[in-house]
């Protein structure tokens, strides 16, 4: 995602959080609950579905439920933020996420852990890894608990939205 746009709540967001006053439907009300003007669009992907980020913001936006941030802060915060598309940063995050699964999971399932590890190393891109871990949370959650597994997948995710820009 090449969104860098923050965005931050309206006085009307911050009323629907505050009282569920104007009834947003469940996606869009737990999008607007995360949006804190700090995080980016790319950032706050990880709180909806795989291809829903775009019209849920745009809906949350012309609904004056949000606003973006200035322009100074985005370029200011995507000039500090690790890249999850430089290879380093992306080989370390798959390193994180494979170790993590072998030491919480190996001794009770043994290969199963591997396959999730071989599952993870296959993955060439943050992208790519972070719709694998999306389809892995329900796997995780499984094996690990309700609440280790979602927020290993959510954390790891979360290293893996902050992308640099693309190069022309």
Wanted: proline share 2%.
């Amino acid at each position: 995602m090449e969104d860098l746009a923050i965005y931050r709540k309206t006085d009307k967001g911050k009323r629907e959080v505050a009282g569920r006053a104007l009834g947003l439907e469940s996606h869009l009300r737990r999008l607007l609950i995360m949006i804190d003007g700090q995080r980016d669009a790319a950032e706050l992907s990880v709180y909806v579905r795989a291809g829903e980020l775009e019209s849920a913001l745009a809906r949350l936006v012309a609904q004056g439920f949000v606003e973006t941030v200035g322009d100074d802060r985005v370029v200011s915060r995507a000039a500090l933020a690790p890249a999850a598309n430089d290879p380093v940063v992306f080989a370390g995050i798959k390193i994180r996420a494979m170790t993590e699964i072998r030491a919480r999971i190996r001794g009770r399932l043994g290969p199963m852990a591997d396959l999730l590890v071989a599952e993870i190393n296959a993955c060439s891109t943050a992208l790519e890894l972070r719709a694998k871990l999306r389809k892995l949370e329900d796997t995780l959650t499984k094996l690990m608990g309700q609440v280790d597994g979602a927020e290993l997948a959510r954390r790891i995710g979360g290293e893996l939205t902050r992308l640099a820009p693309k190069k022309n």
